[in-house]
């Protein structure tokens, strides 16, 4: 089993609607949490981390279930700019130390 | 607002050519890593180092070396490079705390022909 699963997608959804991706961990004591985004040919870049209470960045709204052991990220409004690929990353604690482990991705696509 | 430099950014090599790939970030974190990402794989850690004097082999090592120069630079160094080296090759750093974002270089992409 992968340490972080993600449906790879393609998420085809129109303008305007809401779309839900989850993510899967495989490591109970995973410290952390993040969604980072991904545009074709470039690098990864943090969308928002994860907190146990959930949270919200304009559109976008994150939560974490430790009990299932998955995060979810939801986007509401979906405009065409948010055609992309988001990366699941968890920091699991191991040995004590600590390292990022990256989902392969979920792509979604917006169209007009 | 440079953040994480690598370069070079595009490079082709013959089978069994050597290379290094340098990396530098100005955002004075402690640790650093080098990435890999092909199609379907995800991103998988080939080298980290956790702070300055210190390398920890990642996920897929074999083939590559790494140099921690300062706390500045982490170079990545392909001996003998093999077609299944093609791909794209991520420097990234952090702070070495749980919770810290991850910052990534824009990226070198690596043909081995």
């Known amino acids: 089993r992968k340490e972080v699963e993600q449906d790879p997608g393609p998420f085809n959804v129109p303008e305007g609607a809401t779309v839900a991706f989850n993510c899967t961990y495989s490591?109970?004591?995973?410290?952390?949490f993040f969604w980072y985004r991904q545009d074709c040919r470039k690098e990864p870049k943090l969308l928002m981390s994860?907190?146990?209470s959930g949270n919200e960045d304009g559109r976008f709204t994150a939560q974490l279930n430790r009990a299932s052991q998955y995060i979810s990220l939801l986007i509401r409004d979906s405009k065409l700019s948010d055609s992309a690929t988001y990366l699941c990353v968890v920091n699991p604690r191991t040995s004590g130390t600590y390292k990022y482990i990256f989902g392969t991705g979920t792509r979604l696509k917006v169209l007009a | 607002n440079a953040g994480v430099t690598q370069t070079p950014k595009f490079q082709v090599l013959k089978t069994g050519q050597s290379m290094t790939l340098q990396c530098a970030q100005d955002?004075?974190?402690?640790?650093m890593y080098w990435y890999r990402q092909d199609p379907g794989m995800g991103l998988r850690l080939i080298y980290y180092?956790?702070?300055?004097?210190?390398?920890d082999k990642g996920e897929v090592p074999n083939g590559y070396n790494v140099s921690r120069l300062n706390k500045r630079e982490f170079s990545l160094r392909l001996e003998s490079a093999a077609p299944s080296q093609t791909s794209v090759y991520f420097c990234?750093?952090?702070?070495?705390?749980?919770?810290?974002?991850?910052?990534f270089g824009e990226g070198s992409w690596l043909t081995v022909v």
């Open positions: 990234a750093s952090s702070v070495w705390e749980p919770g810290n974002t991850i910052y």
């Open positions: 994860v907190y146990s």
């Open positions: 180092s956790a702070s300055e004097g210190t390398t």
């Open positions: 490591n109970s004591a995973s410290q952390s």
């Open positions: 955002m004075n974190h402690n640790s």
